[in-house]
């Protein structure tokens, strides 16, 4: 059974950082790519960021380029995000979810998602 | 960027055949990917390419695309369908690769 278990959510006052992390069990993690998708309160789905199998391509929303990293430790069956410079906006609870495919040049649809990771920014 | 364009919200009788569109210039190149989201659960995958449908997925869910315009059909919605649906595709514009998602549409069954 696919399994994708989000952490390191948290409150958090604006401009500071927070890293995320999704472990993931059940496949075989390093033949996927992997991406980190946002939904704001009582919003849509946001894209923020993909990665491909083994690293070699790295995707990124405008709305986060500069300020967030996205890595993957294949050794761990572990995905992160590095948030930084964090704002009133970037609120939201954060998924985790599986590409189909190895490459995220060619990938989109995502057929596994994590239950989420809620990141609250706020003085 | 691209965008992808869904009717805020939609509504069907229980048992009648509902279709929920997304529209969007990246759908010229790429298929949708269509997701169902109920309150407080994570999307699930319901229809990618062609049409296909994941495993579980109950057969009244089927896709199509026409240009650019991707369409999600429910053939005898059924009480449980009620959910919110995102499209999703491609980023076709620019050399970096990005996902973009429909704004979602609302789907009541009545």
């Known amino acids: 059974e696919v399994q994708l278990v989000e952490s390191g959510g948290g409150l958090v006052q604006p401009g500071r950082s927070l890293r995320l992390s999704c472990a993931a069990s059940?496949?075989?993690?390093?033949?996927?790519?992997m991406h980190w998708v946002r939904q704001a309160p009582g919003k849509g789905l946001e894209w923020v960021s993909g990665?491909?199998?083994?690293?070699?391509?790295?995707g990124y929303a405008d709305s986060v380029k500069g300020r967030f990293t996205i890595s993957r430790d294949n050794a761990k069956n572990s995905l992160y995000l590095q948030m930084n410079s964090l704002r009133a906006e970037d609120t939201a609870l954060y998924y985790c979810?599986?590409?189909?495919?190895?490459?995220?040049?060619?990938?989109?649809?995502?057929?596994?998602w994590g239950q989420g990771t809620l990141v609250t920014v706020s003085s | 960027s691209s965008e992808l364009t869904q009717d805020p919200a939609v509504s069907v009788a229980l048992g009648q055949t509902v279709r929920i569109t997304c529209q969007g210039d990246?759908?010229?190149?790429?298929?949708a990917s269509w997701y169902q989201q109920k309150p407080g659960q994570a999307p699930v995958l319901v229809i990618y390419?062609?049409?296909n449908r994941p495993s579980g997925i109950p057969d009244r869910f089927s896709g199509s695309s026409s240009g650019n315009t991707a369409s999600l059909t429910i053939t005898g919605a059924q009480a449980e369908d009620e959910a919110d649906y995102y499209c999703?595709?491609?980023?076709?514009?620019?050399?970096?690769?990005?996902?973009?998602f429909g704004g979602g549409t609302k789907l009541t069954v009545l």
């Open positions: 990665i491909s199998w083994n690293s070699g391509s790295i």
């Open positions: 999703n595709s491609r980023d076709s514009s620019g050399n970096h690769p990005r996902v973009v």
């Open positions: 990246s759908l010229r190149s790429y298929y």
């Open positions: 059940g496949f075989t993690f390093d033949d996927y790519a």
């Open positions: 979810a599986k590409d189909m495919g190895y490459d995220i040049l060619t990938g989109y649809t995502l057929d596994y």
């Open positions: 390419g062609k049409n």
